[in-house]
């Protein structure tokens, strides 16, 4: 899933800009945040979502 | 606007763009309403809805920026018309937060995620979109349709909040399912359209 896209970028944390006033910025709950928001780009895409995307052309 | 059919294979490419981003709209949307099922049904309406609006997309720039536009206005519509609370969904919570093992877990993420969902959605979103999703100050604002120092704002009140919460241990047990709180979000979400989606509209 990698995408060509110069403007898109990975999903790289944001916090890291944050970072420089040291740990207290990132506090443990923020790796929760992006652990939670990643474990969902990871799981298999549904089959109603393969099905859907592939009905698309049909549509016009 | 520039309302020329698309060819084919300018539709197989917006096509194969859209599929890419359809992981990161279940993230967000997932955060967001925070009901995988709920979440789903939005993603579905929102790449119906982006499919139907492709030519207003500008090839190369951010498909997955354009589509969260889309997304968070069909979350908004449907916010108003009372179908998502902020629910929270223990079992989904349960499978999707479980610590790696082995791994030190001073907070529970599903702790975090309630949390989470208790906070006003423009807040919510703006997290997020910049904490999780990893958009810069700048594509979120444009996201959201406001000012750069509107959503460095949300960012930092979220944050101090959810380090309170957490902290303290302090997570309000049913406030998304109470009716003043309820009411209190729709309110804030009259704010939040306020300055919908900006980069929707160009």
Redesign the interface.
């Known amino acids: ?1 990698t ?1 060509e ?1 110069p ?9 890291s800009k944050e970072a420089k006033g040291g740990a207290r910025d990132r ?4 790796n ?12 298999d ?2 089959d ?2 393969k099905d ?2 592939s009905q ?2 049909t ?1 016009d | 606007m520039g309302a020329e059919k698309r060819t084919a294979s300018e ?1 197989a490419d917006f ?1 194969r ?4 981003v ?3 709209l ?3 949307a ?2 967001l309403c925070g009901r995988a099922d709920m979440a ?1 049904d939005l ?2 309406e929102t ?2 809805k982006a ?2 609006a492709q030519e207003r997309f500008q090839p ?6 354009w589509t969260f536009v889309i997304l968070r206005n069909a979350y908004l519509t449907d916010m108003r018309r009372n179908r998502f609370r902020g629910e929270y969904d223990e079992t989904v919570a349960e499978r ?2 479980t610590a790696p093992a082995g791994q030190e877990e ?2 529970h ?1 599903s702790d ?2 309630r ?2 969902l208790t906070l006003p959605p423009e807040r919510r979103e703006a ?2 979109l ?8 700048e594509e979120a604002a444009n996201i959201c349709g406001c000012a750069v120092g509107t959503i460095k704002s949300r960012v930092g009140r979220a ?1 101090s909040a ?2 309170t919460m ?2 303290e241990g302090s997570i309000p047990k049913r406030s998304i399912d109470d009716d003043t709180a309820h009411r209190a979000i729709l309110e804030e979400l009259d704010d939040v359209a306020a300055g919908q989606g900006v980069a929707a509209r160009s």
Do not use: C
């Open positions: 899933m995408s896209q403007s898109e970028k990975r999903p790289q944390p944001a916090v506090p443990d709950w923020a929760g945040l992006k652990r939670l928001y990643d474990s969902v780009v990871e799981e895409l549904p109603s979502f859907l995307l698309l052309d549509k | 539709k096509k763009e859209l599929t890419e359809v992981p990161h279940r993230a967000f997932r955060g789903d993603v579905q790449l119906l499919w139907a190369g720039t951010s498909m997955r920026a999707v937060l001073p907070i993420l975090m995620h949390a989470l997290l997020l910049v904490g999780a999703g990893g958009f810069s100050y944050r959810l380090n957490l902290a």
